[in-house]
């Protein structure tokens, strides 16, 4: 599975973007997604994630409220809606994907990966 994330950018606090990852390759309705982000000079953090039938979603404390996961498995995409965006969401975003139905946090848990996308929130 190739994934290419994009919709990054330069936002001003409260603001909003919507992130796309759009996946090809082997079949992708079967795969659990996440997103994580890693913040300059910090470890990669967990977002959200989504299980292949979009049943079912998680958030890390960071994007509680405030950010939405989706999928559209006809489009092969999978979305982060981020509302109320703050500068500590500044950060490089990736999206993963798991071959398997179930979802996780960890991210050695997820095969594959996007080469990820900037967002910086100005204050």
């Known amino acids: 599975v190739q994934l290419q994330a994009y919709g990054g950018g330069l936002v001003q606090a409260g603001g909003f973007l919507r992130l796309s990852c759009a996946a090809s390759?082997?079949?992708?309705?079967?795969?659990?997604m996440a997103w994580f982000r890693q913040a300059p000079g910090k470890e990669r953090e967990f977002v959200a994630t989504?299980?292949?039938?979009?049943?079912?979603?998680y958030y890390g404390d960071s994007a509680k409220g405030r950010f939405t996961i989706s999928r559209d498995n006809a489009k092969n995409t999978v979305y982060l809606q981020m509302n109320s965006l703050k500068p500590e969401d500044t950060a490089i975003y990736y999206c993963?994907?798991?071959?398997?139905?179930?979802?996780?946090?960890?991210?050695?848990?997820?095969?594959?990966w996007g080469q990820g996308t900037l967002v910086t929130v100005s204050s």
């Open positions: 993963a994907a798991r071959d398997g139905v179930s979802y996780y946090t960890e991210e050695g848990r997820y095969e594959y």
């Open positions: 989504i299980s292949w039938n979009a049943a079912s979603t």
């Open positions: 390759g082997r079949t992708y309705s079967r795969y659990a």
